[in-house]
T-cell receptor
């Protein structure tokens, strides 16, 4: 079945530091890949997505590139802000019959200190 | 638009009690989902629905029931609550226009004591 493995947290950074959160996946076919963000006390929100190999998703300064050869979709940001403190979830949507369900990773808590 | 609305936000149950978590969306989405979020475990799919009158089990359906009598509403029923059901529950929906993006409610924090 499909699965997503995320880098263990928590991650603590200083403001303006570089961020990488690793995500690798296992899936058959050609899944779509997502990063969702959960701010404290809120539900998840879509941050970015990529639907085919070599696509780069980007939003709010965050980027992730769909690497089929390494089955990865690592999240990066060049300069984090305190307001980026949240839990980040990598997710995939399988191709074929299960294409309306998402499989989520365990989430990575990011704390950015001023 | 209100989006996805969940009620209540917090609830404490005693072991063996029953309750219904409400979820409503006003975006005319066909797909709706219930997830539970346990610390360090990510989100697990409980049940989902691809349209009114159609529901199916996810990864962790035991102890729960759902119904989908209308497009807007997707309540989750807990029968005979157990401490293992202490969790944060999220409802989500997806429509055709927005593609693969899920819209989440703000969650219900449930404690079973």
């Amino acid at each position: 079945g499909n699965s997503v493995t995320q880098m263990e947290g928590p991650v603590t950074l200083s403001e303006e530091a570089f961020l990488t959160i690793n995500c690798t996946y296992t899936a058959t076919g050609y899944p779509s890949l997502f990063w969702y963000v959960q701010y404290p006390g809120e539900g998840l929100q879509l941050l970015l997505k990529a639907t085919k190999a070599d696509d780069k998703g980007s939003n709010k300064g965050f980027e992730a590139t769909y690497r089929k050869e390494t089955t990865s979709f690592h999240l990066e940001k060049g300069s984090v802000q305190v307001s980026d403190s949240a839990v980040y979830f990598c997710a995939l949507k399988g191709s074929g019959g299960s294409n309306y369900k998402l499989t989520f990773g365990k989430g990575t808590l990011l704390t950015v200190n001023p | 638009n209100a989006g996805v609305t969940q009620t209540p936000k917090f609830r404490i149950l005693k072991i063996g009690q029953s309750m219904t978590l409400q979820c409503a969306q006003d975006m005319n989405h066909n797909y709706m989902y219930w997830y539970r979020q346990d610390p360090g475990m990510g989100l697990k799919l409980i049940y989902y629905s691809v349209g009114a009158g159609i529901t199916d089990k996810g990864e962790v359906p035991n102890g729960y029931n759902v119904s989908r009598s209308t497009t807007e509403d997707f309540p989750l029923r807990l029968e005979l609550a157990a401490p293992s059901q202490t969790s944060v529950y999220f409802c989500a929906s997806k429509g055709a226009i927005e593609g693969e993006k899920l819209f989440f409610g703000s969650g219900t924090q449930l404690s079973v004591l």
